[in-house]
């Protein structure tokens, strides 16, 4: 899509213990960047993108929150007045009863009206008092089928999110890249994809190994950057931290997402209860400074 900087070809990526080690910095394209709504708190979508236009952003990650109260099409319209483009759309989850399915449609028919190259899938946990982790999977897999037909027929690319496995209870049965490439695996890679989330995938031991993986597939629809904290008196899911100011590995993890052959935008989204009581266009600042230092 974009074309990397000189200097990303001779970033070298290995698994030493199954890790991913150090290697120099990935250089790419500014034009590469992208703010999620949800790093500035999910405020009003002109508040969004006023902020995120304003820091230097070319795209911009939705959620679909952002803009409720509005059609898909109207922002759409929103972003391109803005100067952007969508990065990705979140959400929908995978669970087959009837609410949820035709919310998941809904998101699909908003996904192709935005133009974005990613409608971010979450497989959906365990069913209330339900200790069936296998039978879980295997209802999401049969979803995400039906779910794909659909997504076929209107041109949108599914891209299925492993979450942390502190998150499977409630949010997603699937938890490592390895399992999300299996799941996807049977379907044609333009209609089915995976999101690397630096949060959620970086413990992985075999993260290396299936960053290949997916790059000799195809399959890295969406990519995005924060970092994990130290501190987690909020909680972990409210604690994401800004690139850098964690404990993640993170430019040898985009280092071998970009050998791996990805080229899509690279979309900072946090959630960060302290972050959210600055204000958006200071956020979207800071946002935009400390993806681009770990970039460049």
């Given at each position: ?10 970033t070298r990526?290995?698994a ?13 394209e ?5 703010i999620?709504t949800?790093?500035?708190g999910?405020?009003?979508l ?22 409720n109260?509005?059609?898909?099409g109207e922002?759409?319209?929103?972003v391109a ?7 990705s759309l979140?959400?929908c989850?995978?669970s087959?009863?009837?609410?949820s ?6 998101a699909v028919?908003?996904?192709h009206?935005?133009?974005a190259?990613?409608l971010?899938?979450l497989?959906?946990g365990?069913?209330?008092n339900?200790?069936d982790?296998a ?9 995400l089928?039906?779910l ?7 041109g949108v690319?599914l891209a299925?999110e ?5 998150f499977?209870?409630g ?9 999300a ?7 044609p890679p333009?209609?089915?994809g995976?999101?690397l989330?630096t ?17 000799r597939s195809s399959r ?6 924060a ?8 909680g972990?899911f ?15 993890i985009?280092a071998?997402?970009?050998?791996a052959?990805?080229r ?5 989204e ?7 009581q600055?204000?958006p ?14 970039l460049?």
């Amino acid at each position: 899509m974009l074309t990397i900087l000189a200097g990303a070809a001779s970033t070298r990526v290995a698994a030493e213990r199954g890790r991913v080690v150090n290697s120099p910095r990935p250089r790419v394209e500014d034009t590469r960047l992208s703010i999620n709504t949800a790093t500035l708190g999910n405020p009003p979508l002109n508040a969004s993108l006023d902020a995120i236009a304003a820091a230097g952003a070319r795209n911009v990650g939705l959620w679909r929150e952002t803009y409720n109260g509005m059609t898909a099409g109207e922002a759409a319209r929103a972003v391109a007045a803005h100067g952007l483009h969508v990065s990705s759309l979140c959400r929908c989850v995978l669970s087959p009863d009837t609410q949820s399915m035709k919310d998941a449609w809904r998101a699909v028919d908003e996904a192709h009206e935005l133009g974005a190259p990613a409608l971010i899938v979450l497989a959906g946990g365990l069913w209330p008092n339900s200790r069936d982790l296998a039978g879980a999977r295997a209802r999401m897999t049969e979803t995400l089928s039906e779910l794909a037909i659909v997504a076929e027929a209107a041109g949108v690319r599914l891209a299925l999110e492993p979450l942390h496995p502190m998150f499977t209870a409630g949010r997603s049965v699937v938890n490592t890249l390895g399992q999300a490439l299996d799941v996807v695996e049977p379907f044609p890679p333009e209609r089915a994809g995976v999101v690397l989330d630096t949060f959620n995938v970086w413990w992985d031991p075999e993260l290396a190994d299936q960053i290949r993986r997916a790059g000799r597939s195809s399959r890295i629809a969406a990519l995005q950057v924060a970092d994990w904290s130290r501190h987690h008196e909020h909680g972990p899911f409210l604690t994401r931290a800004l690139p850098g100011d964690g404990i993640i590995e993170l430019r040898s993890i985009l280092a071998a997402v970009e050998n791996a052959g990805y080229r899509g935008p690279i979309e900072i989204e946090i959630f960060n209860d302290q972050l959210w009581q600055q204000p958006p266009r200071q956020i979207a600042r800071t946002a935009m400074h400390s993806l681009a230092a770990t970039l460049h």
